[in-house]
């Protein structure tokens, strides 16, 4: 396709394998820095901040889903896709790579052992609704991830309609769905720059949310780990030093190190 062809060659330049190793991609690596400074001003002033960054970061992507996912199932062939998407392969069922990318989805899209959950909840009242709270999570995340693969595979069944080739031919992951399966459905909408510009922004927008959840677990653990560590650091000062920490730890590490050591905050 030519949203494809856009992203192999133009955005990622690749080469034609492992022995040319190609050259520096420096728009990439501008784009690199300035979403680590975004993340930077999410977390400078605490996690007073932070909680109303996600009001908007983490709100306003859902309601573009939805306009999405109406989009995306108007289009030729989107009920093919959408009927690849919900009928279950039951001969898959007993290989054991099927249960760990299922386990995979679990741990990463609600963030289980990543330590987040634990240093965000750190922050709240001790007597709180634990209960409610987990169940609203785990039910949005669900529903969530229904509308999008939903969103996402009457795309797939539109491109597959359009190259007269098999739904399963066409299914990709990771960046390619982003950069290549979306901007295609993109291209189907009225104003389709207007809408890429949206859309781009609101991935912008999750990205910084895992991000910077990521990097508060290790700012907590400091806080906590150190007492007394803000009267000799500004907040900002403490976040940008963390900054540096952060990008040494891989996110097995990390999982190791804070979901042990962030402390509950009596209040």
Known sequence: SSTQEFFDHRVLQMTD????????????????????????????????????????????????????????????????????????????????????????????????????????????????????????????D?????????????????????????VESVVADGPGLVFVVFPHALAQMPFPQLWSIVFFTLVVMLGVDSQFATVEVIITSVKDGWKGIEKKWTNELLVLINFKFSQKFSVKSQIFLHTEIVPIRYE
């Open 142 to 166: 669900a529903l969530v991830s229904l509308l999008c693969g939903v969103a996402v595979f009457a795309v797939l069944g539109n491109l597959a309609h359009e190259q007269g080739a098999a």
């Open 17 to 140: 394998g492992i022995h040319q190793l190609g050259e520096l991609r420096l728009e990439l690596l501008g784009l690199l820095v300035g979403a680590w400074v975004i993340v930077y001003f999410c977390l400078w002033k605490g996690v007073t901040l932070t909680g109303k960054v996600v009001y908007i970061t983490a709100t306003l992507p859902i309601l573009l889903l939805i306009a999405f996912t109406v989009r995306g199932l108007s289009l030729p062939g989107a009920f093919d896709g959408v009927l690849f998407f919900l009928t279950p392969n039951w001969e898959r069922i007993t290989e054991p790579q099927i249960w760990v990318n299922a386990a995979s989805q679990v741990f990463n899209s609600i963030g289980i052992a990543f330590g987040s959950l634990i240093a965000f909840a750190s922050y709240n009242k001790f007597q709180g609704p634990v209960l409610r709270d987990t169940l609203i999570v785990t039910l949005v």
